[in-house]
């Protein structure tokens, strides 16, 4: 019984090799740019809770925008991928400039709806409890901070089309280097400007989004810069520019699998935010304790979801070869990994539940919520790494439409209306609803599992294109 299990599930050394020399890159870009959101949230709370409750609601905005970007450009690199294990680089260019001229697109309808509906969007986070005072010094943060961060979705948006590319060709240490550049200058800038230290003015809020907007314009000219000065590695970048004509059937195709997956990821996010909302309702205290526990969290999260990115990338790449037997395999053996990497990094991320909201400046109430939160975001690791792992897996093979309803069915059509009718129409603590909520991934991991395990996914979908 345990050697079928072992066979299945469990690699031999090249296996592990070959991941870990892509993830971990991979995942130290993701934890470095974590981590300066850790900084820049710690260096926040210590001016107040309003300060810290005024950036949180704003940062629930930008990782709606983020989350989109990534929506964006992942419908082309299930082609380039694809495209990549096939050894068409002119397929690859394609997804490229199409990657650029989506991501251009949501660049300037965020920002025309950020700067149009940005008072309107922070009030429907702010506690009916809470005091005019209190009211009002969280607008004012809000707003200030995100007056500037709006001009930081620039270079993400253009980075992540160059980062998406550069990645799926198997240089993961590009965007890596990229990232671990902006941290200190990150790091720095925060110190300086929030504080007004080394000469600089004390700017509070405005001077964490001005380092922050710094830090992810350095970030995305150092991956830009490599890929144009590396064209052996990067061949698609090879008159990339000369014009942007994509084949017709390509456009359409990625489109007709990357509209979903853009949509998806949009309402995802935009529905993580309307359970974010349906929490606050309780009390301002649940907002920053919530800001607290997910910005330790977020930096732990970075194995298991830069995980599901490595698998889209190398069962992808086989799909694109035609190995469809050993994408199969090579997906079983990543699921498992995936799983148990989670549950470790879960076990890791308990005792910061003791610490880490000891350092910031706030009441004793938000840091004992904090730490119940981080408690129990930690037992859900291994859950989000499956059903993140299985998302993966279905795009991998281009089953967009299936993934638009595993992702986006599961959070509006069960999640949202769960933590709607706790936090609106029940006396429940707040630490079950939490609790209840976030354990409802189990029914998820239910249905991945058996999206999976129908092998509809493997499929090579570039092979007449």
């Known amino acids: 019984m345990f050697t079928g299990f072992r066979k299945k599930f469990i690699g031999d050394k090249g296996f592990y090799k070959m991941v870990m020399s892509m993830v971990i890159p991979m995942i130290l870009q993701m934890a470095v740019t974590n981590f300066v959101s850790l900084i820049d949230n710690i260096m926040v709370g210590r001016l107040g809770t309003e300060p810290m409750n005024g950036v949180s609601v ?4 930008v990782f709606v925008f983020n989350v989109t970007v990534f929506g964006a450009v992942a419908g082309p690199s299930i082609f380039g991928a694809q495209f990549f294990g096939k050894g068409d680089h ?3 260019k394609y997804t490229f400039r199409f990657r650029l001229l989506v991501c251009v697109l949501i660049i300037v309808i965020a920002s025309v709806i950020c ?11 702010i506690s009916k409890d809470s005091t005019s005072a209190q009211s009002s010094a969280i607008l004012g943060s809000g707003l200030s901070y ?8 620039i270079p993400f948006g253009i980075g992540q089309a160059y980062s998406s590319v550069v990645r799926e060709c198997g240089y993961t240490k590009a965007p890596m280097a990229a990232a671990m550049s902006a941290v200190g200058l990150n790091i720095v800038l925060d110190y300086c400007l929030i504080f007004g230290k080394f000469g600089f003015p004390a700017m509070g809020v405005r001077g964490a989004a001005w380092a922050t907007v710094i830090a ?17 590695k990067n061949r698609y970048i090879a008159g990339a520019y000369s014009g942007f004509h994509i084949p017709a059937r390509l456009m359409a195709d990625i489109t007709k699998k990357g509209i979903p997956m853009l949509v998806n990821e949009f309402l995802w996010s935009l529905g993580m935010s309307v359970v974010m909302q349906c929490y606050s309702v309780r009390s301002t205290d649940v907002v920053a304790a919530r800001s607290i526990s997910s910005t330790i969290t977020n930096l732990f999260n970075s194995v298991y979801v830069q995980m599901g990115a490595c698998i889209a990338i190398i069962v992808g790449a086989r799909l694109g070869a035609n190995k469809l037997k050993e994408a199969r395999d090579l997906d079983n053996k990543l699921l498992f990994f995936s799983v148990a990497a989670a549950a470790a990094v879960g076990l890791l991320t308990m005792p910061a539940a003791l610490f880490f909201p000891k350092i910031y400046n706030t009441e004793d109430s938000v840091r004992y919520l904090a730490s119940y939160m981080i408690v129990i975001q930690s037992l859900a690791m291994p859950l989000w790494s499956y059903t993140n792992a299985c998302y993966f897996t279905l795009r991998s093979g281009g089953k967009t439409g299936i993934t638009f309803l595993f992702d986006f069915g599961f959070t509006w059509l069960l999640m949202i209306p769960l933590a709607a009718v706790l936090a609106y129409f029940t006396d429940l603590d707040i630490r079950i609803v939490f609790a209840v909520v976030t354990f409802s991934e189990v029914v998820k991991v239910a249905i991945g599992y058996f999206m999976v395990r129908s092998n509809v996914w493997v499929k090579n979908i570039v092979n007449d294109i």
């Open 58 to 61: 704003i940062n629930q905005f």
């Open 90 to 92: 002119e397929g690859q």
């Open 115 to 125: 700067t149009v509906f940005g008072s309107p969007l922070i009030k429907l986070f």
């Open 146 to 153: 995100l007056k500037i961060i709006i001009i930081g979705f």
């Open 216 to 232: 992810k314009t350095v970030e995305a000219l150092v991956v830009i810069v490599w890929a144009h000065t590396h064209t052996d």
